[in-house]
């Protein structure tokens, strides 16, 4: 073999090291997998499943940002490809999240710079019948201890459909309490930092009470030329007594 070949041979194999660490890194070393079969396990290029509920949940937690209608027919040949259309320079972390109080899932992968992730119904979904409406999706990437949220899209083969709504949502959840009301404000980022004197005006959600568990959708209504990342403050008002709980920012990049 020539040193030609060796070179290129040599290459493939450390590209290939790498393809296999950068998966093996994505599974949640904090979760305790249920024993059965679902338990959450790598599993090909994700790790999914089941597991046993001793991951402490804030009282208000991101459960999905979604450009479009995520959904599904939970067929068991259905392959759903997870994509990032307008962040696409980096790689996206990918999580998926049970949001019935009673079951615990959570899918964890990772799209690669101007790529996709699939992930077979067959596995997880199908078997433990978990719908679309059963479960949350949503992209995010770290950058230091902060987390910044990404808006994620699907498509599902083998039809290719793939929801043509030009909307983008973030979805929340109150997995502890019953909230009477819940108000948002956007902010823009500026010099890396969410800029509190530059506030959009205040949104109120259209319900009036969100019971324990019940998830609060809100629109992303921000300008497509100008904005490239915001930030989204929430605040509650638990139905225990009327004083409002301001929540932490959320952080969304919109685009690269």
């Known amino acids: 073999m020539g040193d030609f070949m060796k070179k290129i041979l040599f290459g493939a194999v450390m590209m290939l090291c790498m393809f296999q660490t950068a998966y093996a890194d994505v599974c949640d070393s904090k979760i305790r997998s249920d024993s059965s079969e679902y338990g959450y396990r790598k599993r090909g290029n994700r790790c999914e499943g089941l597991y046993i509920s001793n991951i402490s949940a804030g009282s208000l937690e991101v459960v999905g940002l979604t450009h479009g209608k995520f959904d599904f027919r939970l067929d068991k040949n259905e392959i759903i490809e997870v994509s990032s259309p307008d962040v696409r320079r980096e790689a996206v972390h990918i999580r998926s999240v ?35 409406d059963d479960i949350g999706i949503f992209g995010y990437f770290e950058r230091g201890r902060e987390k910044i ?37 956007f902010y823009e980022v500026v010099k890396d930092n ?12 259209p319900n009036k009470r969100y019971r324990m568990g ?15 990342e915001i930030c989204v403050e929430v605040r509650v008002q638990e139905e225990s007594s009327s004083k409002w709980i301001k929540g932490s920012n959320i952080r969304i990049r919109l685009k690269d």
């Open 194 to 205: 969410c800029n509190k004197a530059d506030r959009f005006k205040i949104n109120k959600s």
């Open 214 to 228: 019940e998830i609060i959708e809100i629109p992303i209504e921000v300008s497509a030329e100008k904005d490239k």
């Open 98 to 132: 049970g949001v019935l109080l009673t079951q615990y899932y959570r899918m964890d992968g990772e799209i690669p710079p101007r790529g996709k992730l699939t992930w077979p119904v067959k596995d997880v979904l199908y078997p433990r019948k978990l719908s679309a």
């Open 149 to 185: 949220y990404v808006p994620v899209s699907a498509a599902v083969k083998p039809d290719n459909s793939q929801c043509t709504e030009n909307k983008t949502n973030l979805y929340l959840q109150a997995s502890d309490k019953n909230l009477n009301n819940v108000e948002w404000q």
